[in-house]
């Protein structure tokens, strides 16, 4: 089985820059979709960013232009960099293996955005 060890989250200021990584341990992580997804309070999952096996990159509306989502499969790993962070942004952020309905997920990150 899969797992998955988020990374990199932490307090921010709004207006700043964070950095999430990802590293897959487990599986054939150069043959599978990854992303980022984030859970605020109160409120649904929902995707940020992903990105397939061929290197193809997709993001959320609300955060579009803002960050860059990026794999290392010589070490089953992706990041995350995301910069401009909003108050908004302060949520779980978790990490997932081959898709959202039979993946496999991370316990999450923290990031929370603040002056």
């Known amino acids: 089985q899969v797992q998955l060890m988020e990374s990199g989250g932490g307090l921010v200021q709004p207006g700043g820059s964070l950095r999430l990584s990802c590293t897959a341990s487990?599986?054939?992580?150069?043959?599978?979709?990854m992303a980022w997804y984030r859970q605020a309070p109160g409120k649904q999952r929902e995707l940020v960013a992903g990105?397939?096996?061929?290197?193809?990159?997709t993001y959320g509306s609300s955060v579009k232009g803002r960050l860059t989502i990026s794999r290392n499969d010589a070490r089953d790993t992706i990041h995350l960099q995301k910069n401009s962070l909003k108050p908004e942004e302060t949520a779980i952020y978790y990490c997932?293996?081959?898709?959202?309905?039979?993946?496999?997920w991370g316990q999450g990150t923290q990031v929370a955005v603040s002056a």
């Open positions: 997932n293996y081959g898709g959202a309905d039979t993946g496999s």
């Open positions: 990105i397939t096996a061929s290197g193809t990159t």
């Open positions: 487990g599986g054939i992580f150069s043959a599978y979709a």
